[in-house]
């Protein structure tokens, strides 16, 4: 008897809006420091999804903010990433609206 793997099922979208921060992804570091023993065993990190969440994009641009007298290249970096995020949400955005036939901000199209 063969056993199939039962995928879970993404919650829906106004479940996600009632279920609070819970664990969704695993992080390791690329130099192998989260490895055990390593100096980020354990570390708890937050995941932001530049392209479909608008929240993500603020909360990269208040890092940025907040790294600017540290890490000046590093918060450059950022707030170009957080710029160019925004810049295709706001399409996505347009798009969304034209496909319902509501009307499209002139001010999308110049993106």
């Not at 695993?26 to 937050?46: A, L, N």
């Not at 392209?51 to 790294?67: I, W």
Request: proline content about 4%; hydrophobic content about 30%; charged content about 40%.
């Amino acid at each position: 008897m063969t056993r199939t793997k039962t995928r879970r099922k993404r919650p829906a979208f106004d479940e996600d809006r009632t279920r609070g921060l819970y664990r969704k992804f695993y992080v390791g570091r690329t130099d192998g420091s989260s490895e055990p023993g390593g100096k980020h065993d354990g570390c708890d990190y937050f995941v932001l999804d530049l392209d479909h969440d608008r929240h993500a994009v603020h909360a990269l641009m208040a890092y940025a903010e907040s790294c600017m007298h540290d890490y000046p290249i590093l918060a450059q970096d950022l707030l170009r990433k957080a710029g160019l995020a925004m810049r295709r949400l706001d399409r996505e955005r347009g798009r969304e609206l034209q496909s319902r036939g509501l009307p499209r901000s002139k001010k999308l199209d110049e993106l």
